[in-house]
């Protein structure tokens, strides 16, 4: 819980340096370049931007985010933009900004509606921004942003490989289409507990989800093995909900390596940021091996040896299992995790 906090306060702030730019480049715009002018529209910038930021983050986001994930993404980004010109309007008219800064109310003010126009074409930007970043993750889009990866490079990472067992079964029950409602919330549920451990949501293949983490963030606290039972528990914890939706309950098994993979963009048409090497392979692997062992999770003794703390669960040692690829073998750990 406090790491989705620090995330959206830690976007809460992105928003803000920004909507304070926004509001210094339209009054530089029109050549208003005095110390009052300057003040009141870095006010205007922090209370739009803070006020829209807040309401997406902690109320679109919050209370509201069941709501509005039932609507298809044109139509959320609409009724978004619909809320926050009220909230534009609002500040604008009222001078909001240039009273926190101590100007009188001009109700002669020129302009007004042209920082209005301004303030919405920067609030309709910003939803745009978040709604993407939204579909392809905010981590993938702050790497697209920054180019960090139009260059490939290696990085050693934890990988996380989690799977829907029984989903073969699943889906002949429950059809196309109801499979694919059970995945969606499954897949929702198991998402929270990676933003609260914080590690990186890579993809969803299948009945899959795919989560990484850098050798610092995955090495403190042993995160990438509690982010699994923090799986565990949530789909524990609404079983009931799905047995009476779907008439069964997701069960999830799982694997985790580490290693150096090589990251970088690949494609045209549909560019992506994706992962390749041998630890991507052998975890997929390990998680095929982790459906005939007890507790159906498996650890490498690599990964294992990357943490900075001794494993909070029960462990046995399997030794050297042979997999797919590897002549050699692999040394593994099974883990007796709840679930």
Not at 176 to 202: C, M, N, S, Y
Request: with cysteine; glycine share 12%; hydrophobic share 50%.
């Amino acid at each position: 819980m406090i790491a989705r906090l620090e995330r959206k306060l830690r976007m809460l702030a992105v928003i803000g340096v920004a909507g304070v730019v926004a509001g210094l480049v339209f009054v530089s715009g029109q050549g208003r370049t005095s110390w009052p002018t300057l003040a009141a529209a870095v006010a205007y910038g922090l209370l739009i931007s803070l006020s829209i930021g807040g309401l997406e983050l902690f109320v679109a986001d919050g209370v509201l985010r069941r709501w509005l994930e039932r609507l298809p993404f044109t139509a959320s980004v609409v009724a978004r933009s619909v809320v926050y010109a009220g909230v534009i309007v609002l500040i604008q008219v009222s001078q909001l900004g240039s009273r926190l800064v101590g100007l009188p109310f001009d109700p002669s003010e020129q302009g007004v509606w042209h920082a209005i126009a301004y303030s919405g074409l920067f609030a309709i930007g910003m939803n745009l921004a978040i709604g993407i970043a939204n579909l392809i993750g905010p981590r993938a889009f702050l790497n697209f942003v920054t180019g960090r990866y139009h260059v490939p490079v290696e990085e050693s990472r934890f990988v996380l490989f989690v799977d829907i067992a029984g989903s073969t079964g699943l889906a002949e029950r429950l059809g196309g289409i109801g499979f694919h409602r059970f995945l969606d919330q499954a897949f929702k549920l198991l998402t929270q507990p990676v933003v609260d451990f914080r590690g990186e949501v890579l993809g969803y293949v299948g009945d899959e989800i795919i989560v990484t983490w850098s050798e610092a963030a995955g090495g403190v606290d042993c995160r990438p093995l509690r982010c699994f039972a923090a799986m565990r528990a949530a789909l524990a914890r609404s079983a009931g909900e799905f047995e009476r939706a779907f008439g069964a309950a997701p069960r999830i098994r799982g694997s985790l390596h580490f290693g150096p993979v090589i990251i970088g963009e690949i494609g045209n048409v549909k560019r992506a940021i994706v992962f390749n090497g041998d630890v991507m392979n052998t975890a997929a692997r390990l998680e095929e091996l982790s459906r005939q062992v007890d507790g159906g999770f498996l650890v490498s003794r690599t990964a294992l040896q990357c943490f900075n703390a001794t494993p909070p669960f029960a462990m046995r040692d399997l030794g050297l299992l042979p997999i797919r690829g590897r002549a050699d073998g692999i040394a593994v750990v099974g883990l007796d995790m709840p679930g």
